[in-house]
């Protein structure tokens, strides 16, 4: 049974640049939730994708952006970075939107932004 | 005011000793509740529910207070594999959205 899985798991950006992180959810799982996580903190939440359309959405700028796909993978866009976009971010599945609150996390994307 | 927040800590605590966090919820349409576990630099996972009669597994108890709006976990008989940051989630099931607390970091030492 495939978990989450992410990627890429590490990679380096620099100020204006633009990035997109892929996530497949666990098997039989159909919602998507982004969340960034900076050091120190907890995971915050980007967005929720369910049935192919962004549910829900956090304080986070237009300039994150997502998209889920028929087969319930989803990518994270985020345009113009600025440094302090550094953070580890993480792809958690459910089944049926926010379900039971139980959340499986993929290892996450470090994302690094000079 | 954060929606979900926690003592950051660090608690720093001998092996067999019994440690407690709370963590309290501003919004009160807040329906759900769990104690998540994040080992360092590691993906959190699902340690357990929290109910409102509250619940036990094993060595860990989570209690919910609707009325003053709080949540508790306490380990019991703590054990050096349980040196992690607990990170308190609230659960929004009409909005569809799952909180994080900043997380409580804890230490356990031989």
């Known amino acids: 049974d495939a978990g989450v899985t992410q990627s890429p798991t590490h990679l380096i950006k620099t100020r204006g640049q633009q990035v997109t992180l892929r996530c497949s959810p666990k098997?039989?799982?159909?919602?998507v939730s982004w969340y960034q996580q900076a050091l120190g903190q907890g995971p915050q939440f980007i967005f929720q994708?369910?049935?192919?359309?962004?549910?829900q959405r956090g304080n986070f700028p237009d300039r994150f952006s997502g998209h889920q796909f028929p087969n319930y993978s989803s990518e994270l866009n985020v345009n113009a970075l600025l440094l302090g976009d550094s953070a580890l971010y993480l792809c958690?599945?459910?089944?049926?939107?926010?379900?039971?609150?139980?959340?499986?996390f993929g290892e996450g994307s470090r994302l690094t932004v000079l | 005011r954060k929606e979900v927040e926690q003592d950051p800590g660090p608690f720093n605590v001998p092996e067999g000793a019994t440690v407690a966090f709370n963590c309290t919820y501003s919004n009160s349409a807040s329906q759900s509740f769990f104690w998540y576990r994040q080992d360092c630099r590691k993906e959190p996972k699902l340690l357990m529910s929290v109910y409102s009669s509250g619940n036990e597994d094993g060595r860990f108890t989570a209690q919910l207070n609707r009325a003053s709006q709080y949540i508790s976990l306490l380990i019991r008989d703590s054990k050096l594999s349980d040196s992690a940051t607990y990170l308190c989630?609230?659960?929004?099931?009409?909005?569809?959205?799952?909180?994080f607390g900043s997380g409580t970091r804890l230490s356990i030492r031989p």
């Open positions: 989630v609230a659960l929004y099931s009409s909005a569809s959205k799952i909180i």
């Open positions: 958690a599945s459910s089944l049926g939107g926010a379900g039971t609150g139980e959340l499986f």
């Open positions: 994708y369910y049935e192919e359309e962004e549910r």
């Open positions: 098997s039989g799982h159909d919602t």
